[in-house]
């Protein structure tokens, strides 16, 4: 069954750092997102992502995030400046069709800013 | 504005037997999908079933079954016949018109007792 692929499963950087989180949705599908999760927490939606541009962000995704798809594949979230507060699950998802379709997640990227 | 209350921070069952984690929804779109995830302590989301605004019948998939109440806006995930690998954290989620801005519940953690 084709899956989302997340690289890396975990990521420590250091405050200030700039860290980039990969993704590769399924492959047919069209509509993309992050989500963050801080430990313990519930799931928070980032940015959604269709037709190479940004189509929904939340007021978390600030200056600080951008996401790019440079290539046909991959899917990626920049964090520039990393903050303490950064520290979480990542998670990438993809779905087929923008409405009422299941969101289907990647294993997610762990994290930590020290 | 979107809102799921998961009320049941916590829940235990005995192996073998049946349990619902209760979901209740608020959003004014007219159309909307709810799903539910569940999330080992591994971390992976992985969904577990899907039920439309519009869908005349409950969603079922195998073990999994949604008791949709439109009328109450409560989508209720019936687990059945319980296995110590469903022992995990449970989210319902919503999505409604806009792409992939889902919205999720605080979650249950259920342990399934041998």
């Known amino acids: 069954e084709p899956e989302v692929t997340q690289t890396p499963s975990h990521q420590v950087t250091q405050m200030g750092q700039e860290v980039i989180l990969r993704c590769v949705p399924i492959?047919?599908?069209?509509?993309f997102y992050w989500y963050r999760q801080i430990l313990g927490q519930k799931v928070e939606f980032l940015v959604s992502f269709y037709n190479n541009e940004i189509s929904e962000k939340s007021e978390i995704f600030d200056d600080q995030f951008s996401v790019e798809r440079p290539d046909g594949s991959n899917f990626t979230l920049k964090i520039r400046s990393t903050k303490l507060e950064d520290s979480a699950m990542y998670f990438c998802a993809s779905s087929e069709f923008e409405n009422n379709s299941p969101l289907h997640f990647g294993n997610g990227t762990r994290l930590t800013v020290t | 504005a979107q809102k799921i209350t998961q009320t049941q921070p916590g829940m235990f069952v005995q192996e073998k037997e049946a349990v619902t984690l209760d979901c209740t929804y608020d959003?004014?779109?007219?159309?909307?999908?709810l799903f539910w995830y569940k999330q080992p302590s591994s971390g992976e989301m992985i969904f577990l079933i899907y039920?439309?605004?519009?869908?005349?019948q409950n969603a079922t998939e195998g073990r999994y079954s949604l008791n949709f109440q439109k009328a109450r806006k409560s989508a209720n995930l019936v687990i059945s016949a319980s296995q110590l690998g469903d022992s995990a954290m449970y989210f319902c989620a919503m999505i409604g018109n806009h792409a992939g801005k889902s919205t999720f519940g605080d979650g249950t953690t259920l342990t399934v007792k041998p």
């Open positions: 492959s047919n599908h069209l509509y």
């Open positions: 039920q439309g605004s519009y869908d005349q």
């Open positions: 959003t004014s779109d007219p159309s909307y999908g």
